[in-house]
Every structure is written in C-alpha cells, then in structure tokens.
C-alpha cells in the first residue's frame, strides 16, 4: 500500500527501531533508579533530551519534559497554566482550527470559571491579526495557536500572535507537533511548545512539553515527580532514545526532506486537475494537500482506492461522523467538506509511489463524476 497519510502519523525511521532495541531488550532498567543500569538509562534519555532541544533550535532559556504524547502535553500546558493565573488574567482565547487536543482542552476550562474566546479564522485558514487583537484583552492571561495546522497545512503567523499576547501580559501555548521538523518552530514567541515523536518518524506513545524559563504551570499528573517534580511517571527509555533519534535525524536530513517534499509537492499540483486546495497556498506546508473537487464523496473514494492510504481530515475525528471543524471554520459547506481529502507525504513517500498513487485517486474522482452526470 502506498502511504499518503503523513499528518496522522508518519513511518518509523530505521535508524529510530535500532537505536530503540538495545532498550527494549537488554537495557531494561528504571531510569529513577540509582544503580548503574538505572544511571544508564536516565543518561540515555538526557542525550534524547537534547537531540529534542537540538532540533527545536533551543537557546537553553527552556526545558524539554517528556510526556506521553502530544495531547498530554497540551492539557499539562494549557490546564498547568491556567491554575497559576490570577483573577484579573482568567481569559483563554483559541482558534477556531486548533486541534481537538486544544478545543476540548479549553472548552473544559471553560466550566472551571475560565472565561473563552475562539476567534474564527479567515477561508484561508489564517487568524486575521486585527481580530486577534481585539479580542486579546486586559483579561487575557493565555492565548494557544498551532504552528501548522494538522489538516489544511496552514501556517499561522506565530510571532504576530504572540506579540499581541505579550502587549497583553497573556502567555503563548504553540501546538507545533505538524510544524516541528518541518518549519522553523518560532520559540523566541513561545512559553509552551507541544511536540509529538511519532509525527517525525519516532515511536507512538511520547511526546514533550518545551517550557520558556520562568514560566509555571502545576503539575497534570502526581505521583514521583520523575520530570523535573512536575511531572510524574517512569519514563520509558526506549521511547526516548527513539524520540532524540528522531529528533537527531531531523537536524542531519533537514535540507534534504525539505527538497524532496518541495519536489512531490510541485508534482503532485501538475498531476491534479479539477481539484481546489483547501486553506493558504502561499502560507502552508507543502507536505499537506488538502482539496477537495464537487460532489466528491471522499469516504466512497478511501474506500475505493485500496491500495493508498489517505485520508478525509484528522485521525483523531475520524468515525464521528462529523464534517471537519476546520473545513467548516473556513467557511466550506457540509457538502464541501465531504468533498474534500487530505494527502500528507514526506520522508519515505517515493516520486514514483506518489504518481501511481495520484493517478488512481484521479481515475477514482472521474468515475464518481462520471457516474453522477
């Protein structure tokens, strides 16, 4: 099967499996423990540590704590902080295209006595920054928006934003887990950054929190306080080591993933005809093609086309039935976005998989039309 779903996970590097075996098989210790092979262990995971920081383009004005994936460390970022705001700071303002993670996240605060704002955005997907403005007040003590949107690819103007919150007093959380890797992750304008391994080529089942210094937020889980005393549990030193390997491979790769997804996104644009793009096709990431063509049906069509993978929109909402949110925040219809799919390729993805596979998606399309006339 051809692999054209890139945004909802992306295919383990080799290089991760090896560096993760010696600790899934041998190395086995407890990385809290003080033994030698205990010590062995916490060591590999601080060298994970900074593969992560490395790769983040961290100027060591924060710190990296490992969670259990990127939806951990949204909650942590956004619940974390939210307990430490005054009473005079308790608005939260989103946007209308964060991920699950995020909107959910928010909305639960919002029963804790937390005042919410969600600002749409614009059809192309980006925040309008006078909107923004108006909207991120005297109350506001902590603003969230993803770096690159997990299905349209946007890119959201992340320093823009945060100058708006920081004219504000309020803190910036960044969901960059599509962007980390992929664009320039703009920490200088962060106090928060959640990232995700299995995104670039790590294991499932890690992620981190990136936090400025000087920024505090309580703890999500209790217990040992194994991360720094704010965040407990045992650390898996597999899942580690994969993440700083993946992290480590972005840095040595980063001119050359770049180049070959300029390339498959330039090719995969003069095989599609009758297609619309879905969101900026100025500020995006070319790994993400998202479009839609009238009267598609995208859940005939992934059904249809059995041998590539791909999708209608996020995993994390798939089987709910529900038109994309984002779709709809970008003012697309129902029938729109039941149009619409998402091909996400990069590292692995082949010029010669990505013909083949664009060649049946667009057969797909023509029959369906076809059948429809």
Not at 73 to 87: C, D, E, F, I, P
Not at 181 to 193: F, I, Q, S, T
Not at 298 to 319: N, T
Request: proline share 4%; net charge neutral.
């Amino acid at each position: 099967m051809i692999y054209l779903d890139y945004q909802a996970t992306t295919p383990m590097a080799p290089e991760v499996a090896a560096a993760m075996r010696p600790w899934l098989e041998t190395h086995f210790g407890n990385p809290h423990s003080p033994h030698r092979i205990g010590r062995e262990a916490a060591a590999a995971i601080e060298v994970a540590r900074e593969h992560v920081l490395t790769a983040l383009r961290s100027s060591r004005e924060g710190r990296v704590f490992f969670t259990s994936g990127a939806t951990e460390a949204a909650n942590w970022a956004l619940k974390g902080a939210a307990a430490r705001l005054s009473a005079e700071k308790r608005k939260i303002v989103t946007l209308a295209t964060e991920h699950a993670c995020v909107l959910d996240t928010v909305e639960w605060l919002g029963t804790q006595g937390f005042e919410i704002d969600v600002p749409p955005v614009q059809p192309n997907g980006l925040v309008d920054l006078d909107l923004l403005a108006s909207r991120v007040d005297a109350r506001t003590g902590l603003v969230a928006a993803m770096l690159v949107n997990n299905e349209i690819g946007a890119i959201q103007p992340i320093a823009e934003v945060s100058a708006i919150a920081r004219r504000r007093g309020a803190l910036l959380f960044c969901d960059a887990v599509q962007g980390f890797g992929r664009v320039p992750v703009p920490l200088d304008a962060c106090d928060m950054v959640a990232l995700s391994s299995h995104k670039v080529h790590g294991p499932k089942g890690i992620g981190a929190l990136w936090i400025r210094d000087g920024v505090a937020v309580d703890p999500l889980l209790h217990g040992g306080g194994q991360e720094g005393g704010i965040r407990s549990g045992t650390l898996s030193p597999a899942l580690c080591v994969g993440f700083g390997e993946a992290a480590r491979l972005l840095v040595e790769r980063e001119g050359k993933d770049h180049a070959h997804v300029e390339r498959l996104w330039t090719r995969a644009l003069s095989l599609l005809s009758g297609w619309a793009v879905n969101g900026s096709a100025e500020r995006r990431y070319h790994g993400n093609l998202n479009i839609r063509r009238e009267g598609l049906d995208s859940d005939r069509m992934i059904s249809e086309v059995r041998g590539v993978a791909f999708s209608a929109g996020s995993a994390c909402a798939s089987g709910s039935g529900r038109p994309s949110h984002v779709l709809a925040a970008l003012g697309l219809d129902d029938r729109q976005a039941r149009s619409s799919i998402r091909l996400g390729f990069g590292r692995y993805t082949t010029e010669e998989d990505m013909i083949h596979a664009l060649t049946l998606i667009q057969e797909a399309a023509d029959r369906q039309r076809s059948f429809a006339a």
